[in-house]
């Protein structure tokens, strides 16, 4: 992301893309057995503020680039030097002037929804490493919403450029969309500085389309490609509830089914911790 002067997205997606403000990263609380000496609980405690204070100024630095980020495209925007168009109007272009749609989203959308005869090059991707940097972020992820909104880690893909030089020359007029509309303009901020000058960006990206603006492929509708986690499970969230709306009570029941089951394998579950204890303890006092 440095190449963008932007922090990773995998917190753009947390970001709910729509407020760009980062949540807080909370901690769990830990106990310390007694017999430490209060040293060693000290230095502990050091450790931790150190890790806050490190966290914060992170929080910081992403919240700084990503208001410098902004500003950028607004002007890319306003001097148009990228032309916008929602998505109805890139359906007409896709049809009429058989303009190239560039698709800049993470596998994990694409997947579920994508729309016929675009190209796939996504500016970020799942990131599948395991080494000590990425397990970091993935963990932090995870703590700051990931296991609510199902937002993977994401690193962006140095051969991106490379990729959509290999496809399309520098005068083509090129359609770039994402799921939400904020990494296709940071894409078109990559294009139009190596060189492309016919850039139309969706505004609002694939979530705003609907159905009968574009020819759509996929399992999914547009608009729930960009879901995901223990929200999409159990339907809470702002897109299935607009479908909730509009499909009626059979798809209501589905959701509130699964939350009636996610309880009872809660309550199973704390049930056995229960009976497990007191299994335990009756072997400890034999």
């Given at each position: 992301?440095?190449?963008?002067?932007?922090?990773?997205?995998?917190?753009?997606s947390?970001?709910?893309?729509r407020s760009?403000?980062?949540g807080?990263?909370?901690?769990?609380?830990?106990?310390?057995?007694?017999?430490?000496?209060?040293?060693?609980?000290?230095?502990?405690?050091?450790?931790?503020?150190?890790?806050?204070?490190?966290?914060?100024e992170?929080?910081?630095?992403?919240?700084?680039?990503?208001?410098?980020?902004?500003k950028?495209?607004?002007?890319?925007?306003?001097?148009?030097?990228?032309?916008?168009?929602?998505?109805?109007?890139?359906?007409?272009?896709?049809?009429?002037?058989?303009k190239?749609?560039?698709?800049?989203?993470?596998?994990?959308?694409?997947?579920?929804?994508?729309?016929?005869?675009?190209?796939?090059?996504?500016?970020?991707?799942?990131?599948?490493?395991?080494?000590?940097?990425?397990?970091?972020?993935?963990?932090?992820?995870?703590?700051?919403?990931?296991?609510?909104?199902?937002?993977?880690?994401?690193?962006?893909?140095?051969?991106?450029?490379?990729?959509?030089?290999?496809?399309?020359?520098?005068?083509?007029?090129?359609?770039?969309?994402?799921?939400?509309?904020?990494?296709?303009?940071a894409?078109?901020?990559?294009?139009?500085n190596?060189?492309?000058?016919?850039?139309?960006?969706?505004?609002?990206?694939?979530?705003?389309?609907?159905?009968?603006?574009?020819?759509?492929?996929?399992?999914?509708?547009?608009?729930?490609?960009?879901?995901?986690?223990?929200?999409?499970?159990?339907?809470?969230?702002d897109?299935?509830?607009?479908?909730?709306?509009?499909?009626g009570?059979?798809?209501?029941?589905?959701?509130?089914?699964?939350?009636?089951?996610?309880?009872?394998?809660?309550?199973?579950?704390?049930?056995?911790a229960?009976?497990?204890?007191?299994?335990?303890?009756?072997?400890?006092?034999?």
């Amino acid at each position: 992301m440095e190449v963008l002067g932007l922090p990773p997205l995998t917190t753009l997606s947390v970001l709910r893309c729509r407020s760009g403000i980062l949540g807080r990263t909370c901690y769990s609380n830990f106990s310390v057995p007694f017999s430490l000496k209060p040293r060693t609980i000290h230095h502990k405690r050091q450790s931790i503020v150190r890790m806050q204070a490190y966290e914060e100024e992170y929080e910081l630095k992403q919240m700084k680039d990503m208001a410098a980020a902004r500003k950028r495209w607004e002007a890319l925007v306003r001097e148009e030097k990228v032309k916008v168009l929602t998505p109805r109007e890139a359906g007409y272009a896709l049809q009429l002037s058989k303009k190239p749609l560039l698709d800049v989203r993470p596998s994990t959308e694409r997947k579920k929804a994508w729309v016929k005869g675009s190209t796939w090059i996504p500016i970020f991707e799942v990131d599948d490493s395991f080494d000590v940097g990425t397990l970091s972020r993935k963990a932090t992820n995870f703590m700051m919403g990931g296991w609510w909104s199902g937002v993977p880690t994401l690193s962006y893909d140095n051969q991106f450029l490379a990729k959509v030089e290999q496809k399309f020359l520098k005068d083509a007029e090129l359609i770039v969309a994402c799921q939400k509309g904020l990494r296709s303009l940071a894409a078109c901020e990559l294009l139009y500085n190596a060189g492309y000058r016919n850039l139309f960006w969706v505004q609002g990206g694939l979530e705003a389309a609907e159905e009968e603006d574009l020819v759509r492929e996929g399992p999914e509708p547009f608009k729930l490609a960009g879901i995901g986690g223990l929200s999409e499970f159990l339907g809470w969230t702002d897109q299935q509830r607009v479908a909730a709306a509009k499909e009626g009570w059979g798809y209501r029941l589905v959701f509130s089914a699964r939350l009636v089951g996610v309880f009872l394998v809660a309550d199973g579950l704390f049930i056995g911790a229960q009976q497990l204890g007191r299994y335990l303890q009756d072997i400890r006092s034999h």
